[in-house]
């Protein structure tokens, strides 16, 4: 019995005979693309051969950067063959130029390439790590710092920026914790629309707009061990509620583009996974950009176990829904071989090649091959005045008061010799940080160089290394303490190394890595007021430092200004108002430790008790060292009035919040609620708001928010998202662990 096609697929294979590709219909095009963008696309479409179709599904990296396992890839011959559809980790006008010229002049059809870099914290101008600057709470000066890289990645040639990373993470032993937004959804989410908008603008054909790329799909962030690379396995509750909105996010603003992870979710690795790539992110939320891989996650197909050799894993991917290979020349040397052995369809080779077509279309490149080529951009719009004074207010944003006993912060006018003691107080090639890409080390400001410049000629700056970062060697702790005790103030830079944190750089323990602690005690028994600059990637637990009648302020790896952004603290130029958006754990040992966490049927308690049998540990408490939220300020605010009224779908919440110090603070407001009685156990709190509000000394402000009952939804076990009516818990406060709270009923 002939199966009875419906008109629209009769309608379709006419069409597939008659143009001999299988031209979609408009609906399912790019929303974005105009009419003569379509045709051209339609045009290359059908005078392609299968080889320069697969042909655009390869990208290859340059010579000059590797950032991972080196495929090897004679990419310029291939390049004039019409074989590469995108080269990675090549900038800079000249060379771009050289290279696209091999695609536009040499090859047959003329298709420019996509250019691509890991742009993550700033191109030339570095920012902030991205763990760093989302402690500022200030979207609009993350979008700004994103739009900054852009204008300098683009001036260089670069028109696809592999970011913005949002992967959640609750695990700091994660090297990559510093590439994201912290442990929470809503704000990583947040903060992942405002990366984007950043990078594309408000055109992607203008020649200082970067395709971004959402990574990495998905749920990256969970690996066992907080060992990088290593197995997820968690529930589909999770999935949904926890890793997936951040990139739903993204693609809301408009992304172009998604990297699949190199993790497993459940077995199934990402790079193969068609529920994920297809299923859920082209058919339920209807993605229309490409999907690229991650540096050879296809070929890892083999060694995760799921592909007996990478020709099948070149099946597995491109029919999970993968459209670009990463380095693994998959792609290029099996997919005509698998068309032949019917194990691809030429329909499934088409919508790939076809989306990296729309990409090209929607950047300009057909328009102008040349448009990210200009000279007098990359000479006139690269670390200028401009850039550099936002990366500096950036790293005064991103810094957070930790601890400031005897009010040690900020440094007191007048101060006589200070002294500069610590590992990380003069290395410039620590202040940029993991994935720093083009930027240049030589040009950061170290901590030393800005404190020496604040006081201009005068010789009362002093420094003393007094150890490493890394390693157990005390030699130099006499002649730090010599030089403490001969001064009235000192500055201690403590840390990690940079490259302790990034892409495969977790650690077993989040310490104060080698003698670092030990020097901070032989420093406080001097006696003198010290204050600690804390140059990490990830949370540390720091409890020993903590300990110590000391000041600290965290200030992650501030980039090419680090050292002035942090003098601007420091001297109270700046009143710090960031608030951390990962726990500081105690111990290692209580990770993963988060805010939002569940409250169990053996709740933990915070005092001490007689009874045995409740969730905690013999050995430490069970609150953090620092909670979700926290962060000091050289003023005090105060909580009151909180007032909670209830309407039809509508939470309306008031609070007042007064300035009680002695100098005008910005103070972030954050709003969290509790689902008291859920059809799923529920957080204790969840982030559902938040004002960075700034509240002059004496002043009190009422500030209100808005929620509605979509804000309380969740995902019941049916994989559907709403809220349940009933006990809500509804609080504010200045951190999770510092709120004032009162419940209402909605019906
Ligand atoms: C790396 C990273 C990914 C990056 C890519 C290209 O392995 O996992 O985040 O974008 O390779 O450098």
Redesign the pocket.
């Known amino acids: 019995m002939q199966k009875c096609f419906s008109l629209a697929s009769m309608v379709a294979i006419l069409m597939f005979t008659f143009t001999g590709s299988c031209v979609l219909s408009q609906t399912t095009v790019h929303q974005n693309l105009s009419a003569s963008d379509i045709a051209k696309i339609d045009s290359l479409m059908s005078q392609m051969t299968l080889e320069e179709k697969i042909g655009q599904l390869n990208l290859f990296a340059s010579g000059w950067d590797a950032?991972?396992p080196m495929a090897g890839s004679n990419n310029e011959q291939l390049i004039r063959e019409g074989k590469v559809g995108a080269i990675?980790?090549a900038y800079t006008v000249d060379y771009v130029r050289a290279l696209q010229r091999m695609a536009v002049d040499d090859s047959r059809l003329k298709i420019p390439l996509l250019f691509g870099y890991?742009v993550i914290h700033g191109h030339r101008t570095i920012f902030p790590i991205p763990l760093g600057q989302s402690c500022s709470w200030n979207l609009k000066m993350i979008e700004d710092a994103e739009r900054v890289a852009a204008v300098e990645a683009t001036a260089e040639g670069l028109n696809w920026t592999?970011a913005p990373?949002v992967d959640i993470a609750r695990d700091p032993r994660w090297g990559r914790v510093m590439e994201g937004a912290g442990e929470d959804t809503w704000l990583g989410s947040k903060i992942a629309a405002a990366r984007v908008k950043g990078f594309q603008g408000k055109d992607l054909k203008a020649n200082n707009t970067l395709l971004a790329c959402a990574?990495?799909f998905a749920a990256y962030g969970a690996p066992q061990g907080g060992r990088d690379y290593h197995t997820v396995d968690i529930s589909q509750i999770s999935l949904y509620e926890w890793y997936l909105p951040p990139f739903k996010a993204c693609l809301d603003a408009g992304a172009g583009s998604i990297?699949t992870s190199?993790n497993e979710i459940g077995g199934v690795p990402s790079t193969c996974n068609k529920w994920l790539l297809t299923d859920l992110l082209r058919k339920e939320w209807g993605f229309k950009g490409f999907v690229v891989t991650?540096?050879t996650s296809t070929n890892e197909l083999v060694d995760h176990g799921v592909a007996e050799n990478f020709k099948d894993a070149a099946r597995l991917a491109l029919n999970a829904g993968v459209d670009m290979d990463?380095v693994g020349c998959t792609f290029l040397d099996y997919m005509a071989e698998l068309l032949k052995e019917k194990k691809v369809t030429m329909g499934r080779i088409d919508t790939a090649a076809r989306s990296i077509l729309e990409a090209k279309a929607l950047l300009g490149l057909f328009d102008d091959p040349y448009r990210y080529c200009s000279k007098t951009r990359q000479e006139t719009e690269i670390m200028t005045p401009d850039h550099l004074s936002l990366a500096r207010r950036m790293v005064s944003e991103s810094c957070v008061l930790l601890q400031n006993q005897n009010q040690i912060l900020p440094i007191p006018e007048g101060v006589g010799r200070v002294a500069i003691i610590g590992p990380l107080a003069d290395s410039k090639k620590d202040m940029l940080g993991s994935w720093s890409g083009a930027g240049k080390w030589e040009k950061s400001v170290t901590l030393l160089e800005a404190v020496r410049e604040r006081f201009g000629k005068k010789t009362q700056v002093f420094y003393e290394k007094g150890c490493n970062a890394n390693d157990n060697d005390k030699s130099g702790f006499d002649a730090a303490v010599k030089l403490a005790m001969s001064a009235d103030y000192i500055i201690l830079a403590l840390g990690e190394n940079s490259w302790m944190s990034g892409?495969a750089a977790s650690r077993t323990s989040i310490e104060l890595p080698g003698v670092q602690n030990e020097l901070a005690e032989v420093l406080a028994k001097t006696g003198k007021p010290i204050a600690v600059v804390l140059f990490n990637g990830r949370p540390l637990a720091i409890t020993k430092l903590s300990g110590l009648p000391v000041a600290i302020l965290e200030a992650w790896f501030g980039g090419t200004q680090a050292g002035n952004g942090i003098a601007d603290v420091l001297f109270g130029d700046v009143n710090p108002a960031g608030k951390i958006t990962m726990t500081f754990p105690r111990s290692g040992g209580q990770i993963p430790i988060f805010y939002n966490a569940k409250n169990t049927g053996r709740p933990f308690i915070l005092t001490d008790t007689t009874d045995k049998y409740v969730s905690r540990y013999l050995d430490c408490s069970n609150d953090p060292l620092f909670p979700f939220g926290y962060g000091l300020s050289y003023t005090s605010f105060e909580y009151s009035n909180l007032e909670v009224a209830t309407d039809v779908n509508k939470i309306t919440v008031t609070v007042q919040v007064a300035n009680t110090g002695s100098r005008d603070g910005e103070e972030v407001i954050q709003l969290y609620v509790r689902d008291k009685v859920g059809s799923l156990t529920r957080p204790v709190k969840e982030l559902k708001g938040f004002e960075k509000a700034l509240i002059k000394k004496g002043e009190t402000k009422t500030i209100s928010f808005i929620l509605n009952t979509n804000d309380l939804a969740y995902y019941h076990t049916d994989m559907k998202k709403y809220w349940d009516p009933g006990e809500f818990e509804v609080f504010v406060g200045t951190n999770s662990a510092e709120t004032i709270s009162k419940s209402v009923t909605i019906k």
């Open positions: 950032t991972g990675l980790n890991d592999f990373m990574k990495h990297m190199f991650d540096w990463m892409e």
